[in-house]
């Protein structure tokens, strides 16, 4: 079945180390998406590629980076993880049709920061 | 800017009872609107999602929602709740983002559905 993988699904960092979360897709879309998720809120956008290009919202800091080296991966890393920075961390892909379009979730990533 | 409120961060309801969770949208263009299930530690799954081909919109597992201009409204519905059903409900609105031919979702803050056996 085509669909959007992450990995890992829980992952335990220390205060100020690098962290970097995976995600893979088999869907062939355009555009790949990360939101960040706080217990009980609902989930926010950081940042998406429509293929190459990368687009940043304005409030996502600038800890948060984001690499795509290919249509099928894309990875977040976090620079130096803060205690607020614990959450869960959504990928999800689309195809470049517009308003329309489905995004398609993976599993997720939940971020602790010791 | 379009946004979605959702009324009421948990709702309860009896098996086999009717569920309705509300959301409200704030447009200014005719909007296109998703309802997206969460269940624990889990990511989103597409319930159903309006594109202005119809008002009443069908979905997975027996959900519905109804658009109603007239009340700004895009209420999800099921007859006869589930124990599966028990989960956290989010509805979302599109907009564009930066760069042609992406949108994002912004979501309502959700409600979490409780069952009660």
């Known amino acids: 079945d085509a669909m959007v993988i992450q990995n890992p699904r829980y992952q335990v960092t220390q205060f100020g180390k690098p962290v970097t979360l995976s995600c893979s897709q088999t869907?062939?879309?355009?555009?790949m998406y990360w939101y960040q998720q706080k217990s009980s809120q609902a989930p926010k956008l950081l940042f998406h590629?429509?293929?190459?290009?990368?687009?940043n919202e304005a409030d996502t800091p600038d800890n948060f980076q984001s690499r795509r080296p290919n249509t099928s991966f894309c990875f977040l890393d976090i620079r130096s993880p803060g205690l607020g920075d614990a959450a869960m961390y959504l990928c999800?892909?689309?195809?470049?049709?517009?308003?329309?379009?489905?995004?398609?979730f993976g599993p997720g990533t939940r971020l602790l920061v010791l | 800017a379009q946004s979605v409120t959702q009324l009421g961060s948990h709702v309860s309801v009896s098996e086999g009872a009717l569920v309705l969770l509300r959301c409200n949208y704030s447009?200014?263009?005719?909007?296109?609107l998703f309802w997206y299930v969460q269940y624990p530690n889990q990511g989103l799954q597409l319930l159903l999602k309006?594109?202005?081909?119809?008002?009443l919109v069908k979905g997975i597992n027996g959900f519905e929602a109804e658009f109603k201009k007239s009340e700004t409204s895009f209420h999800l519905t099921k007859p006869s709740a589930h124990m599966s059903d028990a989960a956290e409900y989010f509805c979302?609105?599109?907009?564009?983002?930066?760069?042609?031919?992406?949108?994002?979702?912004?979501f309502g803050k959700g409600t979490k559905l409780s069952v009660i056996p």
């Open positions: 999800a892909t689309s195809r470049a049709g517009g308003y329309i379009e489905t995004q398609y």
């Open positions: 869907l062939n879309h355009n555009v």
């Open positions: 590629y429509y293929d190459k290009d990368f687009n």
């Open positions: 447009s200014s263009v005719p909007p296109y």
């Open positions: 309006y594109t202005s081909a119809a008002t």
């Open positions: 979302a609105v599109s907009a564009p983002c930066s760069g042609a031919g992406s949108y994002q979702l912004t």
